[in-house]
């Protein structure tokens, strides 16, 4: 999808003020990853994704590259993720994510995540 490229283009080049006027004001984020980032904290609007994108930027520089595309019913698609954060300090490690993503007037309205690609497709209706 469009928005979603164009969305991680802008999320790769570390430009918030672009990535999240991807984002529908409502937009309901719920990540997948754990840690400091609170696995399983909802975030809300566009505030809340900004506040997400903080928490995920500090201390680290992260790219993600796009391993698999698919559309799933009703304006949503899955996608799988390699989430690729490099710290400050050099290190760096490679973490498989799926996300599954609802769209709302051309614009992201709910992203839901997944460590576990098994979890990602039942929620998404797919099989492997």
């Keep these: 999808m469009k928005t979603l490229r164009a969305f991680y283009e802008a999320y790769n080049r570390e430009d918030v003020d672009d990535a999240v006027r991807y984002m529908h004001p409502e937009v309901e984020i719920y990540p997948a990853v754990g840690g400091d980032l609170d696995f399983g904290r909802l975030y809300r609007g566009r505030d809340g994704f900004r506040q ?4 995920i930027h500090e201390g680290f520089q992260v790219t993600v590259k796009l391993e698999e595309v698919r559309e799933a019913a009703e304006d949503r698609v899955l996608q799988i993720e390699l989430w690729c954060p490099l710290g400050r300090q050099g290190i760096d490690t490679e973490i498989e994510v799926s996300d599954l ?17 098994a979890d990602a497709l039942e929620a998404a209706g797919l099989r492997e």
């Design 52 to 55: 997400l994108w903080e928490r």
């Design 101 to 117: 993503y609802s769209f709302r007037d051309g614009l992201v309205s709910r992203i839901d995540g997944f460590r576990d690609r």
